[in-house]
T-cell receptor, first 111, second 115 residues
Framework: DAKTTQPTSMDCAEGRAANLPCNHS???????VYWYRQIHSQGPQYIIH???NNETNEMASLIITEDRKSSTLILPHATLRDTAVYYC????????????FGKGTKLSVKP | GAVVSQHPSRVICKSGTSVKIECRSL??????MFWYRQFPKQSLMLMAT?????????EQGVEKDKFLINHASLTLSTLTVTSAHPEDSSFYIC???????????FGSGTRLTVV
């Protein structure tokens, strides 16, 4: 699986959009970008995933650059409950193996 | 997606005793489950892959005789920490690969404290 690079931490004001970047310059053509988050003392939660096109669901939007070397997770209106560690993971979509977690980005949403 | 239940959420045990953690896939038949461990302020590290009806596959450095995994049915995997030591205190999390959404569903985790 390709390696990802994320900032260690970010702050965001409540009600504003939170934009979390991820670099994955060695991503290959059949690898998807997944985002998970982990709220303190809970198991990780799936947010969204994508291959090439931008994706949106009820939780977030995922913007993938045209060269696929980076992506941005957007939480459009961050709330205090969005404070968590956000993990960007790149892997082959139908791979049967486990998820490999990096260090992620600690997002702190402040009032 | 799949619903995964993990129990207990917290447990405190004495050194030298054994603790069993259960991971149930409530609405999905999981032939494979994953067990992770997470120390404070660190990321999740895979301990082992649990395979229904066969032996688990352990990651390098994880003692299989200490962390016993049983996956006797398609909906239940258990992790038993034997002869627990204080350094086994950690957050243990199980996961199921949810083929419906290309993703993985995680249990809520078990906070183990060995005193």
């Amino acid at each position: 699986d390709a390696k990802t690079t994320q900032p260690t931490s970010m702050d965001c004001a409540e009600g504003r959009a939170a934009n979390l970047p991820c670099n994955h310059s060695t991503i290959s053509g059949n690898e998807y970008v997944y985002w998970y988050r982990q709220i303190h003392s809970q198991g990780p939660q799936y947010i969204i995933h994508g291959l090439k096109n931008n994706e949106t669901n009820e939780m977030a939007s995922l913007i993938i650059t045209e060269d696929r070397k980076s992506s941005t997770l957007i939480l459009p209106h961050a709330t205090l409950r969005d404070t968590a560690v956000y993990y960007c993971i790149v892997r082959v979509g139908r791979s049967q193996g486990n998820l490999i977690f990096g260090k992620g980005t600690k997002l702190s949403v402040k009032p | 997606g799949a619903v995964v239940s993990q129990h207990p959420s917290r447990v405190i045990c004495k050194s030298g005793t054994s603790v069993k953690i259960e991971c149930r896939s409530l609405d999905f038949q999981a032939t494979t489950m994953f067990w992770y461990r997470q120390f404070p302020k660190q990321s999740l590290m895979l301990m082992a892959t649990s395979n229904e009806g066969s032996k688990a596959t352990y990651e390098q450095g994880v003692e299989k005789d200490k962390f016993l995994i049983n996956h006797a049915s398609l909906t239940l995997s258990t992790l038993t920490v034997t002869s627990a030591h204080p350094e086994d205190s950690s957050f243990y999390i199980c996961s199921v690969r949810d083929t419906n959404v290309y993703g993985y569903t995680f249990g809520s985790g078990t906070r183990l404290t060995v005193v």
